[in-house]
């Protein structure tokens, strides 16, 4: 019967079908290994209902985790054992058929849809009907694709017979009655070949067990000798994944079997005989078989604590039947001792399941939980977890925990989280049991909460605090390095800790009542609430103060450990670092507890609290058994003085949670807030109402101040146009708001005050008012200045004393800030009326940026004289920067400029461009100022650059309409005058512009360790040993030294972003022009893949044709570039007039891998930009010459001539698509 099925086999093995290649054994090398479609289908919908029907749900659900990590995680896995084909006819032939007809037998085709659970077929083309319409249902399948290719016997009845693992290990048990030992050897091989080895083990050797270990030595090394990398446990194939789950199932039902029959207890020889070859394969060398091999003995072990649990159960029912029969007064005898024989009985059998726990625990386990493969680790974890679940009598033990609490430190993160998540069940139904256990690995499961590398680890183990918690087991210590997660830079810790943080505020409600006086204490107290009037005290109160207490000691405990010095003045000046951080740690905090404490998520509790005066009761002076409400308030609600600007910024960050969802739920992007809040309009009235008061009550604050103003960023201002009878409101908001700007001079509080003024000029019907307000405060500033100008030379460095340069500083800063609000051209210009200061402000201001001259070294007063120039080069930017904007208007409406005018501008702009060429060129290093001052000298002639473009857009237009006849020429406006002011940046600074971009390179590389490309024969060698000196970074902390890496690199990046507008707008570096032109540019392409993608991105608007497409050079671009490539006659020609193009800038090509491009790999890079221009040359080398590349090449060479004309210009192009190519 099995010779006649053979070929039947072989005929369905060989439809073809996507299939891996053979392996070199001798069985498969002539045959075709493709699987026949019809049988991937065919067996999903019969045995996925068989399994549901038999019970197998709950091993699924049981496996589906690590299924899945199988699936996902393993990185070995291959494609190789996608596709396998079946043997499952060979199985059929080896028991009943199923079906009624007896001939239906020898019809194996016909019968395996019957074999799947289909309804009986007619006719032998019954099979090709199911090859076509199946796979339209292929996940359904539970029967797999078989992943052994000669897989037969028990094997083929497991993964492709569709039938339940009960009913395969049962009928196993009936082949084990009738010949033990080839049923022993079948089982054998059933692993060997779910391991993929196609070699056997033969009856003899399972006779002779002393020779286990040489024999699976043997089949070891053939296996390994075929460098199979692919077994079905690791198959990513999603035809095999359901292997796992039935290769456990049928050993779990294996062991259900043996335990209901009696042959795990009378037969000790089949089981001793298993696990001997289980724990053997368990300690190969070889992964596939150590993996599979302990997949089966965790299986197995799984399974006999099942039957140990049941036995349990068994011996504890029969024991109180023994108890309530001997209490009896007629006891009947017989049945006494029956129940007794049974229980003597079960209390043997149990012995033995424990001894053959005990000793696949030994031989597997205790081997393999510290295996090398990560996948085996997370399964005996995962294992060990279900163990002491379900059996927690024997394993809930110290020599069995042991083993969680050690794997708490391995190196996979999944291995790690999956001890978590064993933990955390067991902690909730045991925690009290297993206190030992506890105190010995709480510190460790609180590291992992607090210090773990993957996050979620981090979230698995502030699941498992909060367990622990909740039951007690943490001292105060780790309950407050928990609560800190709160504070956490990764938002999935801080949702995380929600619970756990909130919890602990819960306890601090009931221990701050108790301490009041009880519950009836604190009703008498608050009385009756009035829900609509937020500033009364209520019992929400309580919340708030532990809210704020607790946040102001973790955040206390946080400032200790990890200190951090405020930026310097300077730092500010220069803009390297903002004045106001826009998000701090309690920002933070306070948006992941909006959704999760509703004194947050209502602001207007808060803003209540904060300015209500805690100082006195506005209650009647009732007594209660604590005292008067006054003194209870007083004691026990009022706020410390740290916990106010924590709870300020809390209401910051509710307030603004709250207004976004309420603007974006009227635009339908949200669901609107339902928690009975005020509507849009009420908000932003009562918001406008409550700011002069905080401002009021916390303005002297600056730390206060700086979150208060932060509130008016969140008014819709559209509200106030609406709602014209509250201009009065925002009038006050607006009084308080200017005199927060007046009062401070701090940085964070100007900064956040002209972002409030700022908002406020965005909307037509405020503008007006908030002009008003800031002409008042330019007429303060500039009085001032000129109170200064009227006692000193301002253009003098060190003429002042420490506290009178840090005012002019504070003055210039505040010019800076109102010079960013609105044109301040009329201001600036306006002739002074003080005696012994008539010049305008802006002259003032231009020789005010002298001072950033330095001859000498002063310790205590340059960073001083430093800031004060910085805002003095800020201002004046904006001024010119306004000035630009108007003759821009001028230019497109044809309005005339007078001359007087533009002669004052170019005078200011020279003077203003020579004392910034002073401020940089006296300093021998790059600090702070210098390379603001070279950012300023590129922003001066970048925005004049905008008025050269367009004047010759107005003058190409009135050309046009010229021609057209549509204008008169008489009616043309030249704007000659306007040229002097587009002055390019002289070719002599140059040298000195490449030398400030090498020093902030080479700074940046020194923080980074990154070794830059040598520079071309023409440009100054590497100076090595300013490059090796690394400052004393190594007595840097981590920290510091992340600061200064990005400190350097914005420094960097901030440079090259000037540079190249300034390239782009064709204000420096101008190709053609001389020695130096395109100079710069090849000396910034140089490293431009070396010092990582902020750098690169920036450089990479060098190229000229990917800022016109967009997105890297496009197909005219490209096209244009092998157009003007020129032919191999002329390829000579070519390469002398663009060497030093290709030997420099083709660096820029590196890849990231710090590995220099040799000379002959820079040569060979242009090369296939000629290989279609030699195709095309072939009979037609004349035409191409006459029409496509002499003629261009001679508008070069007189492009080149006229010094940077329309030729110049085309060379740019051609330039810019061999870098884009």
Request: net charge negative; with cysteine.
């Amino acid at each position: 019967m099995p010779s006649a099925r053979h070929p039947l086999m072989e005929t369905s093995d060989n439809t073809p079908s996507s299939s891996p290649a053979p392996t070199s054994t001798a069985r498969r090398s002539g045959r075709v290994t493709k699987v026949p479609d019809k049988f991937a289908p065919d067996a999903p919908l019969a045995s996925k209902r068989k399994r549901a029907a038999d019970g197998d749900d709950d091993e699924d659900l049981e496996n589906e985790s690590p299924d899945e990590d199988d699936a996902s995680q393993d990185e070995d896995a291959d494609d190789t054992a996608t596709d396998e084909p079946k043997r499952a006819a060979r199985k059929k032939s080896k028991r009943p058929a199923s079906s009624s007809q007896p001939a239906k037998a020898r019809k194996p085709a016909a019968k395996k849809p019957k074999i799947n659970g289909d309804v009986p077929v007619a006719s032998e083309d019954a099979p090709a009907q199911h090859a076509a319409r199946l796979p339209s249902r292929p996940k359904k399948t539970v029967r797999i694709d078989i992943a052994h290719r000669d897989g037969d016997g028990l094997y083929a009845d497991i993964f492709a017979s569709g039938d339940s693992s009960d009913k395969v290990a049962t009928e196993w048990y009936h082949k084990y009655e009738a010949d033990d030992t080839a049923a022993v050897t079948e089982l054998v091989n059933c692993i060997l070949q779910s391991a993929g080895c196609d070699q056997h083990v033969t009856a003899d050797d399972i006779r002779d067990p002393e020779n286990c270990q040489n024999r699976l030595a043997d089949l070891q090394n053939v296996y390994a000798d075929e460098g199979i990398t692919d077994y079905p446990l690791i198959s990513r194939a999603k035809s095999t994944r359901p292997f796992r789950d039935l290769l456990i199932g049928f050993f779990k039902s294996l062991v259900t079997v043996m335990h209901e029959t009696d042959v795990l207890y009378k037969d000790a020889a089949l089981m001793e005989n298993i696990a001997r070859w289980v724990a053997s394969m368990s300690s190969s060398t070889l992964r596939p078989f150590r993996h599979t091999a302990t997949t089966v003995a965790l299986a197995m072990e799984a399974a006999l604590v099942e039957v140990a649990k049941k036995l349990d159960d068994s011996i504890t029912k029969m024991t109180q039947q023994v108890e309530t029969e001997k209490g009896r007064k007629g006891k009947n005898k017989e049945k006494l001792a029956a129940i007794e024989r049974n229980l003597e009985e079960a209390g043997k059998n149990r012995e033995i399941c424990q001894e053959q726990i005990a000793d696949f625990f030994e031989t597997v386990f205790v081997h393999r939980y510290r295996d090398i493969d990560p996948k085996i680790r997370t399964e005996c974890v995962e294992a060990l977890g279900s163990w002491i679940w379900q059996l927690p009598t024997v394993f809930m033990e110290p020599e069995y925990l042991r083993y969680l609490g050690w794997m708490l430190s391995d190196v996979v993160p999944q291995t790690r989280q999956e001890v978590l998540k064993q933990l955390a069940r067991v902690f909730k139904r045991d925690a009290e049991k297993l206190g030992h256990f506890i105190d010995r690995f709480r510190p460790r499961l609180v590291e992992m909460a607090t210090k773990d590398s993957d996050v979620s680890v981090r979230v698995a183990a502030i699941a498992v605090i909060q367990i622990l918690k909740d039951t007690g087991m943490l001292e105060p210590e780790e309950l407050d390095a928990a609560g800190r997660l709160i504070f956490d830079t990764e938002l999935r810790v801080r949702r995380a800790v929600l619970d756990f943080f909130a919890g602990c505020v819960n306890d601090a409600i009931e221990t701050k009542i108790e301490d009041m006086g009880g519950e009836e204490a604190v009703n008498e107290l608050f009385g009756d609430e009035d829900e609509d009037n937020f500033f009364s005290p209520r019992r929400d109160w309580v919340a708030i103060k532990c809210l704020g207490e607790i946040l102001a000691s973790f955040d206390a405990q946080l400032e200790d450990e990890n200190h951090t010095e405020k930026p310097s003045g300077l730092d500010v000046a220069v803009e390297m670092v903002q004045a106001v951080a826009p998000e701090t740690r309690i920002s933070l905090a306070a948006q992941a507890l909006y959704e999760k404490i509703d004194q947050v998520k209502t602001w207007e509790l808060l803003s209540g609290y904060l300015l209500y005066d805690h100082t006195t009761s506005s209650k009647a002076k009732t007594k209660t058994k604590g005292g008067s409400n006054e003194a209870i308030l007083r004691e026990h609600i009022a706020p410390k003085d740290r916990e106010e600007p924590i709870l300020l910024e809390v209401l910051a960050s509710a307030v603004k949670l709250s207004l976004t969802s309420t603007s974006e739920a009227d635009k339908g992007r949200r669901k609107a807030r339902v928690d009975g809040g005020d509507s849009s309009e009420d908000s932003a009235v009562h918001l406008a109402t409550i700011i002069p008061r905080l401002l009021k009550k916390f303005g002297a604050e600056a730390s206060t101040a700086v979150v208060v103003l932060r509130l008016e960023h969140c008014l819709d201002l559209d509200i106030f146009q609406q709602l014209r009878q509250d201009s009065t409101t925002y009038t006050r908001l607006l009084d308080e708001i200017c005199t927060q700007f007046d009062r401070h001079v701090d940085r964070g509080v100007l900064t956040e005050a002209t972002a409030a003024l700022l908002h406020a000029r965005k909307y037509d019907e405020l503008e007006e008012i908030t002009d008003s307000k800031i002409s008042d405060l330019w007429e303060e500033v500039l009085n001032a200045l000129r109170n200064f100008d009227k006692t000193c030379d301002l253009g003098i460095r060190y003429n002042l004393n420490e506290q009178a340069i840090a005012e002019l500083g504070h003055i210039l800063f505040k010019m800076s800030k109102l010079a960013s609000i609105a044109d301040c051209i009329d201001v600036l210009e306006a002739d002074g009326l003080v005696d012994g200061s008539e010049a305008p402000a802006i002259e003032l201001l231009v020789r005010i940026v002298v001072r950033g001259k330095l001859d000498t070294v002063d310790e205590v007063l340059d960073d001083l004289e430093d800031e004060a120039v910085s805002f003095a080069i800020k201002c004046s930017q904006f001024y010119f920067m306004w000035k630009v904007r108007s003759l821009i208007g001028s230019v497109q409406t044809g309005a005339d400029i007078p001359g007087s005018e533009i002669e004052r501008l170019n005078n200011l702009r020279a003077a203003y461009h020579k004392n910034l060429v002073w401020t940089l060129s006296s300093r021998g290093t790059n600090d702070e100022l210098r390379l603001f001052a070279t950012g300023g000298l590129c922003d001066l002639h970048v925005v004049f650059a905008t008025l050269r473009q367009v004047v010759d857009q107005q003058q190409q237009q009135q050309a046009a309409a010229a021609a057209d006849g549509s204008a008169s020429n008489s009616n043309r406006k030249t704007y000659g005058l306007l040229e002097p002011l587009f002055e390019t940046i002289q070719p002599n600074l140059i040298g000195e512009l490449i030398e400030i971009y090498d020093a902030a390179e080479r700074a940046y590389a020194r923080c980074v360790k990154k070794t830059l490309n040598e520079p071309a024969e023409d440009e100054d060698p590497l100076d090595d040993e300013a490059f090796s000196d690394d400052e004393d970074d190594d007595d840097l902390s981590p920290t510091e030294k992340k600061g200064k890496e990005l400190k350097t690199e914005r420094a960097l990046c901030e440079l090259a972003g000037k540079f190249v507008l300034a390239i782009l707008a064709k204000m420096v570096d101008g190709s053609g022009g001389g020695a130096t032109g395109g100079k710069l540019k090849r000396r910034m392409l140089r490293n431009q893949n070396k010092l990582g993608n902020n750098l690169k991105e920036t450089l990479a608007y060098l190229d000229e044709g990917r800022l016109r497409s967009g997105v890297g050079i496009g197909a005219k671009a490209k096209k244009r570039a092998k157009g003007k490539q020129p032919a191999a006659g002329n390829a000579k020609a070519a390469a002398g007039k663009k060497s030093a193009l290709s030997e420099e800038i083709i660096v820029a090509d590196d890849d990231e891998s710090d590995e220099e491009v040799m000379p002959e790999q820079r040569e060979q890079e242009p090369e296939p930009e000629q290989e279609p221009e030699e195709e095309l040359e072939e009979g037609t080398v004349e035409d191409l010459r006459r029409r496509e590349l002499l003629d261009e090449e001679d508008e070069a060479d007189e492009g080149d001539d006229d010094g940077g004309g329309g030729g110049g210009d085309r060379m740019d192009e051609d330039e810019d698509s061999v870098i884009g190519d």
